[in-house]
């Protein structure tokens, strides 16, 4: 399955001062609401919502709500017991009559927040499950307060088991982590996620193998919507649907769906959605394509949305779909940039380094623009993508093209957060190259973005009969690495002067050294000293990076340098670079064509996963002094229906001053039918 949606990189640290906005009240963009562990939690604004028709507040309020409504299925989707551990530690919070500066209780709101931007027990970007700081006793007497709290609503939760989550909580060895992509282990066996239940990998595996149909022309995504577990002896699939798993909240998402459903902007934007309504009710994987292929080719309207089961960054094989939805609505200024890449995505294809049999002799259908997010929900946050493109299916995407979009308001909170906090000054080797960021990063970092998803995604296609899965647990990393390469290879490109989206031939080198920087070194801040790197953009970046450094060492294309002690990227022939960049993905590209397990295997194992903890050492050491969060995620507007005295609603409020928690309870309060 193509994996779409990036990860927003450590380019989020480096300070860029184009289209900086100041932080004040009247513009929230980057504020900081709150900081814990190793995450801070920003607010993001939504600019020109207030330009949007009443019509189209409506479908964007209403899909808003859709999108909230499906917030239990992603939690328990991260881990079996993950709705029962939020319950009681909001209702441990709440209950807390005691001294809110104890010890004691500060390590357990920390350890709350870090649950809460989880979706579960588990980090966001590791999976690792998180690390309580206050003790068992301490927690015990807390359930022994809950037990006795007669009033407010906030004793011990129902149907809640206490011996087993005092057990997930404090016993590091059990269940440690959500999805473990160790070579030469049980990836199904040792992962916590809820997308599996009593099966091994190799019977998952088998099973599939199984059913899947190597001559069909238009697989659909097997395994994207249940949970596969074991009934009697025998594999079988649990579909996520109406009258099946997660029931209760598929029916309030196709509730909002319909209620959203008479402000569709267009008819084929209305047939997508009754599509997907279908989908939700019958769990038929071919009515889900029969709603991609309308959503794919829908690019009229104003307003947009994801909604259901996309990403399978959360499983380990890369099949099971986690769910999430954004809404959004278009930047019109600022799609002119993308407009003009997908207009010209032809002659990137035709121009594309790889080897010709693997190249798109037609590419359908590949739109693009910059979107406003309206609201994140699921996968989608408190973390978020600043790009997606979709479908994901590789047949859809030949025969009806794909849709990509920049999510700029989300790059312009990170970029409006990140100034002065001292990366560049101690990261970036010299002065002239922090001129060249500050100049041309902001621009060249969002064309990186685009490149990738409206073309790198788009790209290059299968031989006749190769599985969409070959590459299995190591095909997110090799896809992101594609989409990255052909990105990196494009930003150097004559073309992009020609087509006026750079004005200096120079400006690409910008975004290089950024990116060897991150793949590098200063990435490595998200990693525990003595762990391996295991997500899948990360493992994208180190793999390009270490290979160019290299292939590129007899040259001295790029070096690590020493300077007063410290470790430094010094770029020396940024042209050479850009060859091997094409070189690479030559490589990875023939690789996906060809369904190559085993080439693609050795290049992530080598280049991918091991860190030299020396420098590890180093750059945590460094990156300590600066206090910057590795982490970044965020708090969502809130929308508001303004009605006349008859109901009407006659225009929606969006209001930026909802604090991190309190959303987060609010959510549990109104959007839990799985927990009710």
């Given amino acids: 399955m193509k994996k779409s949606i990036i990860a927003a990189a450590l380019s989020a640290a480096i300070t860029t001062s184009a289209m900086a906005n100041a932080l004040d009240p009247n513009n929230p963009s980057g504020t900081v609401v709150d900081r814990f562990a190793d995450i801070e939690v920003l607010r993001y604004t939504v600019p020109g919502f207030e330009n949007l028709t009443l019509d189209q507040k409506k479908f964007v309020y209403y899909l808003t709500e859709a999108a909230l409504a499906g917030r239990d299925i992603l939690w ?110 049980d990836l199904i066996a040792t992962s916590a996620n809820n997308m599996y239940e009593g099966v091994t990998q190799k019977e998952v595996e088998d099973y599939f193998a199984a059913i899947k149909n190597p001559d069909d022309p238009t697989p659909v995504s097997y395994g994207l919507n249940t949970r596969v577990t074991k009934i009697n002896g025998k594999v079988v699939e649990q579909p996520y649907k109406i009258g099946g798993l997660y029931s209760p909240a598929i029916e309030r998402i196709v509730e909002n769906l319909n209620k959203a459903l008479p402000y569709a902007e267009t008819a084929k934007q209305a047939e997508s959605i009754k599509a997907l309504i279908a989908f939700y009710t019958t769990g038929d994987l071919r009515t889900f394509d029969e709603y991609s292929i309308l959503w794919t080719e829908d690019t009229t309207p104003v307003v947009d949305f994801i909604n259901g089961f996309i990403e399978s960054y959360g499983d380990p094989l890369g099949m099971t779909g986690s769910w999430e939805s954004i809404v959004n609505f278009k930047n019109r200024k600022a799609s002119a940039r993308t407009e003009t890449i997908s207009d010209n995505a032809q002659w990137f294809e035709d121009h594309s380094p790889v080897n010709p049999r693997f190249r798109k002799p037609e590419v359908k259908g590949v739109t693009a623009k910059v979107i406003n997010a309206a609201i994140l929900a699921g996968d989608a946050y408190p973390s978020t993508p600043i790009g997606i493109n979709l479908p994901n299916a590789n047949w859809i995407r030949a025969a009806h093209g794909s849709k990509s979009v920049s999510i700029e308001n989300i790059t312009q909170a990170y970029d409006d957060a990140s100034h002065g906090n001292g990366f560049n000054e101690e990261f970036v080797i010299d002065a002239p190259t922090r001129k060249l960021l500050d100049k041309y990063l902001f621009i060249t970092d969002n064309l990186h973005t685009d490149l990738h998803e409206c073309l790198g995604h788009a790209s290059g296609r299968l031989m006749p009969g190769v599985d969409p899965d070959a590459l299995k647990a190591h095909g997110s990393t090799l896809e992101e690495t594609r989409a990255d390469l052909f990105a990196l290879y494009y930003l150097a490109d004559p073309r992009l002067l020609e087509l006026g989206l750079l004005d200096n031939p120079d400006a690409y080198k910008a975004e290089y050294y950024k990116y060897m920087l991150n793949g590098l070194m200063t990435q490595l801040m998200r990693i525990e000293p003595g762990k391996d790197v295991e997500e899948a953009h990360m493992r994208n970046r180190k793999l390009i990076a270490e290979w160019v450094l290299e292939k590129g060492a007899p040259e001295k294309v790029v070096e690590l340098v020493k300077q007063n002690g410290k470790t430094f990227v010094k770029i020396n022939d940024y042209r050479r670079m850009r060859e091997l960049f094409g070189e690479l993905l030559a490589e990875i590209q023939r690789i996906k064509s060809e369904g190559d397990y085993a080439a693609g295997a050795a290049l992530v194992e080598k280049y991918a996963v091991k860190v030299d903890p020396a420098l590890h050492r180093e750059v945590l050491d460094r990156y300590a002094k600066l206090n910057i969060a590795p982490y970044k995620g965020f708090v969502n507007p809130v929308y508001t229906p303004v009605t006349d005295a008859a109901g009407n609603i006659t225009d929606i409020n969006v209001t930026y001053t909802e604090d991190y928690l309190p959303q987060m309870f609010r959510y549990s309060r109104d959007y839990s039918p799985l927990t009710r």
């Fill in 76 to 185: 328990d989707q991260n881990g079996k017991y993950n709705l029962e551990l939020r319950q009681l530690l909001e209702a441990i919070y709440q209950n807390y009559s005691g001294d809110r500066s104890d010890r004691d209780f500060l390590a357990f709101e920390k350890y709350l927040k870090q649950v809460e931007f989880g979706n579960g027990i588990y980090h966001h970007y590791s999976t690792d499950k998180f690390t309580p700081s206050f003790t068992p006793a301490w927690f015990d007497s807390q359930i022994d307060a809950l037990k006795e709290s007669k009033s407010g609503g906030n004793g011990l939760p129902a149907k809640v088991r206490i011996d087993q989550l005092r057990r997930l909580i404090f016993d590091a060895g059990y269940l440690p982590k959500r999805v473990n992509q160790a070579e030469g282990q």
